[in-house]
């Protein structure tokens, strides 16, 4: 297979899981990568000339998720014994836990400051907590089926969670109220994070397909039926213009969000896709599956965006409305910030305080050296379809030349009713559009 320069590529290809692999996550700064499994453990691979991978011990059943803090200082992780467990990121693997819910702990997400954690749970809740106090700070209760997982948005203030009883929720973190329901009509989603920009929701779907949704209007804003199986996750790029998506059919998609159609597949794993993860600056992505296996990629697709001068977008960022009660002085701000860095301080001295007082023999030391096994990789670039789509719609008109004139009349008049009633429609919308620019100006400056 000749690869072109902006096709995705294979770096890595890493074992050490006994089991299906269930999160990713990268270090902020790329030198590192922890994995979570249903084996009970967690893996953290160091991304050095000899890649050297460590196997991190203590729950009691498999581990559903895994997440690195901001500052890297830390690892959350959650698992089906109903806990969370709190890592510094070391060879020596020490870590504390906290009985969180009353069923199974299915996904977790670190604010973006890094001061307060979100879970979700089988037993159909959200809860928000103090890290470094292990303290229960709100629960979001709406969920009548198990909540399969739950986001910040980029600034913190929103949280959007979706569940098996077929609905994507989002909630206000300061109030821990539900300000709009999106109903799912046939699969529930069981995966939902936001767009860099904040005004996107995206959605993987059972149904084998993705959703993104307008926040704003609530309304869908993208739909992707590119897959053969249930998608479990589907992952924004960190600049906004591609979404990668892993699937039960074992392949895994790159969607192009502007032109909204798929330009890859790519087929690495042999059994499903179980997770996906992108490092921090969007370079390079990481896939786990339940062949156990786990694969680092370039990413190489976002070359051509990297050397626009005028950058694509999706959707601008959207601009807070700030009430006048909410406005923060610089004292306030530093006094925030201050109390940041104390909470930091306090929860990595109790993390070390745990040296002497731990009982279980949590790192189960190194792997010795991984190679990169040659592994079957097939990049499909779906760019080179667009030709066999103009060859279609030729075809097609030579087909539409033969039919009698009569139904091709009938047939255009339709087709110019639709139109109409598009246009109509599409004028609409950018009046309420107008409309509500209008009043999110009256609220930013009242």
Not at 42 to 55: A, C, E, P, Q
Not at 404 to 422: A, T
Request: with cysteine.
């Amino acid at each position: 297979m000749v690869e072109t320069a902006c096709d995705p590529t294979i770096e890595r290809h890493l074992k050490g899981h006994k089991d299906a692999i269930t999160g990713l996550h990268f270090h902020p700064t790329n030198n590192q990568l922890v994995s979570s499994s249903m084996d009970k453990t967690l893996m953290l691979w160091n991304f050095t000339d000899s890649i050297r991978g460590y196997k991190l011990k203590a729950h009691k059943d498999s581990v559903l998720d895994v997440s690195y803090a901001p500052s890297g200082e830390i690892i959350a992780s959650a698992s089906r014994d109903r806990s969370i467990r709190i890592w510094i990121p070391r060879i020596t693997g020490q870590s504390v836990d906290f009985k969180a819910h009353s069923g199974a702990v299915s996904s977790l997400h670190f604010c973006p400051n890094g001061e307060r954690l979100l879970s979700t749970s089988h037993d159909k809740i959200c809860k928000l907590w103090m890290l470094c106090k292990r303290k229960f700070l709100l629960s979001f209760n709406g969920h009548t089926n198990w909540v399969r997982c739950a986001k910040f948005s980029p600034d913190g203030r929103l949280i959007i969670s979706c569940s098996d009883d077929k609905t994507i929720k989002l909630w206000d973190v300061s109030t821990g109220r539900c300000i709009k329901t999106i109903n799912e009509v046939k699969a529930p989603a069981v995966y939902v994070e936001f767009h860099p920009s904040g005004g996107v929701i995206g959605s993987a779907n059972i149904g084998g397909c993705v959703k993104l949704y307008d926040l704003r209007t609530g309304s869908l804003y993208q739909h992707y039926a590119v897959h053969k199986g249930p998608v479990h996750v589907a992952k924004f790029h960190p600049k906004g213009n591609f979404m990668l998506t892993a699937s039960e059919d074992t392949t895994m998609k790159v969607l192009d969000l502007l032109e909204g159609r798929p330009i890859y597949t790519l087929k690495g794993h042999n059994r499903a896709v179980t997770s996906i993860a992108f490092s921090l600056n969007g370079d390079y992505f990481a896939s786990g599956g339940a062949d156990f296996q786990l694969l680092t990629w370039k990413t190489n697709f976002d070359k051509d965006d990297k050397n626009r001068k005028v950058p694509r977008m999706l959707m601008p960022p959207i601009q807070d409305i700030k009430y006048k009660d909410r406005w923060l002085s610089e004292i306030d701000i530093h006094e925030e910030m201050e109390e940041y860095e104390e909470q930091q301080e306090l929860l990595l001295s109790s993390l070390e305080s745990m040296k002497s007082k731990s009982d279980t023999k949590i790192c189960k030391g190194s792997i010795p050296k991984l190679p990169n096994e040659n592994i079957q990789v097939e990049v499909i670039n779906l760019k080179k379809q667009k030709q066999l789509k103009k060859d279609r719609e030729q075809n097609s008109l030579c087909i539409r030349d033969k039919i009698p004139d009569s139904c091709s009349s009938q047939s255009n008049n339709i087709i110019e009713m639709l139109n109409e009633q598009v246009e109509s429609l599409r004028n609409t919308v950018h009046i309420l559009e107008q409309r509500l620019s209008a009043v999110e100006k009256e609220l930013k400056y009242k």
